[in-house]
């Protein structure tokens, strides 16, 4: 069993900045591909940014520039670092990771989100 629990979310003004973090547990074998996700209230989830095991990346063209994706392997942990922050950005922001587990199954699984709001 893996869970990923989310944090580093608030309220910020426009022009902020946040750092969120994503830390994995568990039933780990590696880590594959981490990603973060975002749902604004109406909207469907999107796709912010992912990040493979090697370190490749792939950023919505809405937050590059401004958002950056790290990872830290011997904590099994993902950050967000989000500067410049729009009204726009504001979303429940979840952590996914596709997981291998000891017995080399891979699964995909979801963090349970952190609310980030950005006033005008």
């Known amino acids: 069993q893996v869970q990923l629990v989310e944090s580093g979310g608030g309220l910020v003004q426009a022009g902020g900045s946040l750092r969120l973090s994503c830390a994995a547990s568990g039933s780990i074998f590696s880590l594959n591909a981490m990603g973060w996700y975002r749902q604004a209230p109406g909207k469907q989830r999107e796709l912010v940014v992912t990040i493979t095991s090697g370190g490749s990346t792939n950023y919505a063209d809405s937050v590059k520039g401004r958002f950056t994706i790290s990872r830290d392997n011997a904590k099994n942990t993902v950050y967000l670092q989000m500067n410049s922050l729009k009204p726009e950005d504001t979303a429940v922001y979840y952590c996914?990771?596709?997981?291998?587990?000891?017995?080399?199954?891979?699964?995909?699984?979801w963090g349970q989100g952190t609310q980030v709001t950005v006033s005008s």
């Open positions: 996914n990771a596709e997981i291998s587990n000891e017995r080399r199954v891979r699964l995909h699984y």
